[in-house]
Each structure stands twice: as structure tokens, then as C-alpha cells.
């Protein structure tokens, strides 16, 4: 069976939101730290140009009067960093800061151009941001300070972590809140079919004639269909049922007259004309009575066998009453098959009636299984060889070679028993006589 | 023996009641069910073939409403159909016993004896009462194991007393169920047949005469 379709829409919307949430938290991460390092960018270039507007040149060194512009470089350790160079890579000053610390500066580039900045967002070692800016200080073209300002990458990355850390966290309570509100919206969306689904059990378990009226309007019409399409069903059981009958009453009374006729009559080809119409009557008998083989049904009520063995008895004893035979019935009360109430009538009807004509004096009806249903119809009568129980059977499944009298009713309950994938057994029963078995699929 | 037969198909009524008279029988018929309901409640019968499907009144129903109306004369069904589904609710209805057509005439003779017999408590078909036998298949009578020769009326006579045993049988009720509407009901042509009985029978005489009622059977020394 495939999967249901709450868990297809479930696993449908999970995947799909789960896709898009997931892209989205890329995109944000990554534009966040996009931001972070621009911010950084700029604080440092902020850093470098007070530290161009308070330096103050002798000519011969560089040095800053006073306090420098941002306290954290007088602060050993503090996390800002700065560095002066001149051509070839002379150190011309180096903040406070950095004198204890082991700042790695990057090499002072000569290939800087003046008026450059250059970023690096990323150093090995310490974990730094670095941004350095070439300018050319004084008259001469050669005269190049390069400033370098570096700064600690951990309260950055600090940031960036809590970040990622309520970004992952919102994503997940929306991705879980959306998962929730879509099996809800499924769930409750989805309840008309399965009042649906449960209406048609009862309606194969015949517990109601028809669905309820009150479906959404998607499935008002499905329902109707299916109203339509079992009262359809139910009719034209019923009729055909019905036209069988007919044709039954009809082939079979003119048979009664031709044969009452030939009775009468002396004729010389009576006897042949009396076989002829022996086949023709067990013929017509065994045909219509396959043709009514109702077979298995899709909508209908369990019958309950107990009962329908009780009445069958009950029948049989006034039919057979003066053998004065004792018929019982030895049926669990609550035992039921699906299957059409007459079918099964038909095969324990001729099974007990068989019975009925072989036995001594006492039938009884038992159930040996109830899945499969195997019922049993015992009697102790003289029973059935057993070289002879195969041709009983092969007999009964050969309408062409059938004469009257001559297992019509065993062929009946063979034909009907294949149209519900069962079979029949024949054994010696516990009584001494035969042991006739129904085993229902 | 009254027999009433409902049967709709002409052909097959004309010869039930052709066979029937053969066999001794006097036969009323009915052509649907609406009729065999007008005749079950107005005569007295000793049995009904009655076919299934009937015209105006289908014969489940005609069954029902003769058993509401108190008659309990025995039922023989006939039916084209065969299910036992019919053959169930006929019986239910208040058949006796039941016949898929098309059938041999002799079992539907069969049966009707049987169901005659069984009616009146026998369960043999051979009617035993001391020495005397009334053998109901083959249409015999043994006094002590010897065959008496009985004409085909008073054969009739002498099982539609043992038949009804123990009771007072008139001699219109013989009438009626031993002859056609026809018969002359004023001769003494019953008593004719009772004398010629009891001649036959002899030593054994079974048939009291019950004055100013009727005859009664029975072995018993008269009072």
C-alpha cells in the first residue's frame, strides 16, 4: 500500500520548507558577515585617519603629543593595534599597544600605492582584521607612510555566533511551527475523506444503505457517484436475479408438460424421447442454477450461518419428517461469512438435503475452523468409498455427463464454492457415515 | 382424497388433474392464487399442490393465509425456481414439503402419499392396523398377509377411513372427498360400498357404523 496522503503532504512540505529555510539561513548568514567585516573595515579606517590627523612629523621621526585619538592603542593587549612604516619597510611607530604583543603586521608593501587601502579580513595567526593605508607624506614622491591598524577578530566572530546561534533558532521554530501548522491544516482538511473511507466500510459491512449527505462540495459528487454506483449495484443484482428466475420458470414448465405428456402417450421412442429430456432438464437445471451463483460480495451484510442453518433444518425436518431424522445444528451462534445470504444457503440447502437422503438416522452440522470458515455436514449414513470420493467431486464439476438425480446439488455447491475460491472435501465423518466439508476461500 | 391443485400454466394444471384422477384422486383446480384461496377456505381437502408463482396472489402468500384461516391440510410446493431460499420460506410459510419443477409424475405422486400419511400419523407407507394392511403405494389390502381384490371406489372408502382413524367420518364428507362435484349425493351408493368392505374384509371388521352420523374406523370390539 502506498503512503497516506497526510504523510505524502507532510513529508512534501517538510522537505520543501525545510529547502527554503535552509537556503534562507545561508543568504542571511552570509550577508551578515558580509556587514561585519565592513563595520570592521570601517572602524579601522576610522582608526587610521585620526591617527593621520594627530601625528606629528619632526622631520626625523614621527610622534604623537598627548593621548592618542583611540585609548584601546595605549592599552597593551587591548585588542587595536597600529603600526607606522616608511619605504622599505622601516617601522617608523608603533602604537603602545602592540608593543607587548606579538601583532604580526603584515610585510609593509612598497607596492602600495599612495592613496591605497587594503584590507585583510583574515590573519593566521592572531586572528585579526588588518587594514592598511599608504599615503604619501610630505614633498617628495618617495616620502610613503604606510599606516597599519589591526584589530582582535573575536568580538566580531562573538557576534557573528550569536547570530548564526537566533538565526538557527528562528529558522527552527518556524520550520517546526509550519511542519505543525500543515499537519493540523492536513489533518482537518483531509477528515471529510476519511469519514469517507469509514462510511464505505460500513456500507460493505452493510451497517448503512448510503454515505451521509454532508461532504464538501470537491466531494459531493464522489459521493454521489458512489451512492449511485450501489443502489446501481444492489438493482441490478436484484434484476438479474430476477430474470434468471424467469427463465427458469420458463424453460422448466414446458418441460413438466412435455414430460407429463410423454407420460401418457405409449409411443414407441418414449424412452428415448425421456433421456433426451433428462439431459435437457439437468442441462437447464445445473445451467441456471451456475448462472444465479451470485459470487462474493463487495457491499453486503455477514450472514450469519447459525441462523441460516437453523431454518434450513427446520425445513428439512418438516420435508423429511417421516424418516423421523434428527438434524443438529452445532454452529457457534455468532458464526458469519460475506457472502451472499442465498449462495450460501444453496451449498449447506444441498449438502443437508444430501445428507438428508443417505443418512441413517442423524446429521449434524459443525464448524471445524472459522478462518477459513470450514463447516462440516457429518451424517451416518453408509458414506462414500474412498476411490469413489474423487468421482463424486470430478462428477459434480461435469455438467454434460450429469444425469438426473446424480449430484445436480454437489455440482451446484462446487460451482458456487469456486466463485468464492473455496472448495469441498469429502471424508468419513465421526458418525460413521460422510463427512461433507465446506472450506470458504 | 380431495386434492386441491393452484397451478396458472393450463397444460401442466390439465395433466396434475388427469394424473391425479388416475391415481384415485378427486382434484379441484385453481388457476391462481386468488382462486385456490376462494376454494382452500370453502371445502374441506385432504391436501394442496400449490405452484409458487401464482397470478394475483403468489403462493407463499395463498400458503399464509390458508394456514391463518386455520387449514392445516397438508402443502405440497411446487416451484420453477429451485433455490432454497423458495423452498426455506415455503416451508416457513407453512409447506409440508416441496417439489422443483420439472419433476416425475410419479414423485409428485410420491410425495403427496407421503404427505397424506404423515398427516394422518402414519409414517409407513404401508397403513397397518392388526391384521389388516393397506399398502398406500401400491394400492393393495392384506387381511393376515392375503390379498383382498377391492374395486378402485371401495379401496378408496376403506383408506379414507384408516386414514382418518378414530373419528366419524359422514357420508357426505365421504362423498365429498371420494367423488367428483358431480356424484349423486342422495343414492346409497356409499352404503353399497361399505357392505361390499365389510364382506371382503371378513374376518376383520374395522368400520362401525355410527348411527344417524356416519362410519368410524376402528379394531376395537364395539360397545
Keep these: 500500500m502506498k503512503a497516506g496522503i497526510q504523510t505524502r503532504l507532510l513529508i512534501l512540505t517538510t522537505v520543501v520548507l525545510g529547502t527554503f529555510l535552509t537556503l534562507a539561513g545561508v543568504v542571511l548568514d552570509r550577508s551578515f558577515k558580509a556587514s561585519v567585516l565592513t563595520n570592521a573595515e570601517e572602524q579601522l579606517r576610522i582608526v587610521i585617519y585620526s591617527l593621520m590627523g594627530a601625528v606629528e612629523d619632526d622631520g626625523t621621526s614621527l610622534r604623537f603629543d598627548g593621548a592618542l585619538p583611540e585609548p584601546r592603542l595605549s592599552q597593551p593587549e587591548s585588542g587595536l593595534y597600529a603600526t607606522v612604516t616608511a619605504r622599505h619597510g622601516l617601522t617608523a611607530w608603533q602604537s603602545p599597544s602592540a608593543l607587548t604583543s606579538s601583532v604580526h603586521f603584515p610585510e609593509s608593501s612598497d607596492s602600495l600605492a599612495a592613496g591605497d587601502f587594503v584590507f585583510f579580513s583574515f590573519d593566521e595567526q592572531a586572528a585579526r582584521f588588518i587594514l592598511s593605508y599608504a599615503v604619501i607624506w610630505g614633498d617628495t614622491e618617495d616620502a610613503v607612510l604606510t599606516f597599519t591598524v589591526a584589530t582582535d577578530q573575536q568580538p566580531f566572530q562573538a557576534e557573528i555566533q550569536g547570530f548564526r546561534r537566533n538565526l538557527y533558532v528562528g529558522l527552527g521554530a518556524v520550520t517546526v511551527f509550519f511542519v505543525l501548522a500543515q499537519w493540523l491544516a492536513v489533518r482537518v482538511g483531509l477528515r471529510p475523506l476519511r469519514t469517507m473511507a469509514a462510511e464505505v466500510r460500513a456500507l460493505e459491512e452493510g451497517q448503512r444503505e448510503s454515505l451521509s449527505e454532508d461532504y464538501p462540495k470537491e466531494l459531493q459528487g464522489l459521493a454521489e457517484n458512489l451512492d449511485r454506483f450501489v443502489a446501481h449495484e444492489h438493482r441490478s443484482r436484484s434484476r438479474y436475479r430476477r430474470a434468471m428466475e424467469d427463465l427458469a420458470h420458463s424453460l422448466k414448465t414446458p418441460l413438466a408438460v412435455i414430460r407429463n405428456a410423454l407420460a401418457e402417450g405409449a409411443d414407441q421412442q418414449q424412452e428415448l424421447l425421456g433421456e433426451q429430456l433428462d439431459r435437457m432438464e439437468s442441462t437447464v437445471t445445473h445451467q441456471l442454477s451456475r448462472a444465479a451463483v451470485s459470487g462474493p460480495v463487495v457491499v453486503g451484510r455477514a450472514v450469519n450461518v447459525f441462523t441460516l442453518v437453523d431454518r434450513l433444518v427446520r425445513a428439512l425436518e418438516k420435508a423429511y419428517g417421516d424418516r423421523g431424522l434428527e438434524l443438529i445444528n452445532e454452529l457457534p451462534p455468532d458464526l458469519t461469512v460475506r457472502a451472499d445470504e442465498r449462495d450460501v444457503m444453496e451449498m449447506l440447502g444441498n449438502l443437508l438435503e444430501n445428507a438428508c437422503k443417505y443418512t441413517h438416522s442423524k446429521i449434524e452440522v459443525r464448524a471445524l475452523s472459522t478462518t477459513p470458515v470450514i463447516i462440516e455436514v457429518a451424517d451416518d449414513g453408509p458414506g462414500i468409498d474412498p476411490e469413489l470420493r474423487q468421482e463424486v467431486l470430478n462428477r459434480g464439476t461435469r455438467a454434460d455427463v450429469l444425469q438426473p438425480g446424480q449430484g445436480i446439488g454437489l455440482a451446484m455447491v462446487q460451482d458456487l464454492l469456486a466463485a468464492y475460491k473455496g472448495h469441498l472435501e469429502i471424508t468419513e465423518s465421526s458418525l460413521g457415515g460422510a463427512s461433507m466439508r465446506l472450506v470458504l476461500g | ?223
Excluded: C
Design chain 2, 1 to 223: 382424497m380431495r386434492i386441491l391443485v393452484v397451478e396458472d400454466e393450463p397444460n401442466l394444471r390439465a395433466q396434475l388433474k388427469t394424473r391425479l384422477n388416475d391415481s384415485g384422486y378427486v382434484v379441484d383446480v385453481a388457476e391462481d392464487g386468488e382462486e385456490g384461496l376462494y376454494f382452500g377456505r370453502e371445502y374441506e381437502y385432504d391436501a394442496a399442490i400449490i405452484d409458487l408463482g401464482l397470478p394475483k396472489l403468489d403462493g407463499m402468500a395463498l400458503i399464509a393465509q390458508l394456514r391463518a384461516g386455520e387449514r392445516d391440510f397438508p402443502v405440497l410446493v411446487l416451484t420453477a425456481r429451485g433455490n432454497w431460499q423458495d423452498k426455506v420460506e415455503g416451508l416457513e410459510a407453512g409447506a409440508d414439503d416441496y417439489l422443483t419443477k420439472p419433476f416425475q409424475p410419479e414423485e409428485l405422486l410420491a410425495r403427496l402419499n407421503a404427505l397424506l400419511r404423515r398427516a394422518a400419523g402414519y409414517a409407513s407407507p404401508v397403513l397397518e392396523q392388526g391384521d389388516l394392511k393397506l399398502d398406500t403405494a401400491r394400492k393393495e389390502v392384506r387381511v393376515a398377509d392375503a390379498l383382498i381384490e377391492l374395486t378402485a371406489y371401495e379401496y378408496k372408502v376403506l383408506e379414507y377411513l384408516m386414514l382418518n382413524p378414530s373419528r366419524v367420518v359422514s357420508k357426505t364428507e365421504l362423498t365429498d372427498h371420494l367423488y367428483e362435484q358431480d356424484f349423486d349425493r342422495d343414492s346409497n351408493v356409499i352404503e353399497v360400498f361399505v357392505g361390499r368392505l365389510r364382506k371382503k374384509l371378513d374376518p376383520v371388521n374395522p368400520i362401525r357404523t355410527v348411527r344417524g352420523q356416519g362410519y368410524r374406523f376402528s379394531l376395537e370390539s364395539p360397545a
